[in-house]
């Protein structure tokens, strides 16, 4: 009669196989979930995105307000306060007896 033991390891080319394929479906989800491309790569990706489209709405008024400002300048279409207001900022001019108070500009 041949005894088999009971508490011993067997190790066969069935179980080496599964724990082949045990180990390369853990690297394969470790990698989908912390890799370069995985999920969380993928939400932070979506996040600097968003973060972007907010900074180009931002801008994107930032430059309709400026071609305003300057439409108001063009010579077909001059606005006389805009062009007193200019006058007055870059050369300095006021009337006598005006009080001129200035504010310090923001800085970004």
């Known amino acids: 009669m041949i005894d088999k033991p009971s508490n011993s390891f067997n190790f ?3 179980r080496a196989f599964n724990v082949l394929m045990l180990l390369m479906l853990l690297y394969f989800i470790f990698h989908s979930v912390y890799g370069s ?3 969380l790569a993928y939400f932070k990706l979506q996040a600097e995105l968003s973060s972007s489209h907010k900074k180009l709405e931002l ?3 930032e430059r309709l307000e400026i071609e305003n400002r300057t439409k108001l300048l063009r010579h077909e279409s001059i606005d006389k ?3 007193d207001e200019k006058i007055r900022n870059v050369l300095g001019f006021s009337a006598p007896g005006e009080k001129i108070f200035k504010t310090p500009l923001k800085s970004n």
Do not use: E, S
């Open 37 to 39: 491309r995985g999920i």
């Open 12 to 14: 066969t080319k069935k």
């Open 59 to 61: 801008l994107r008024a």
């Open 81 to 83: 306060d805009m062009l």
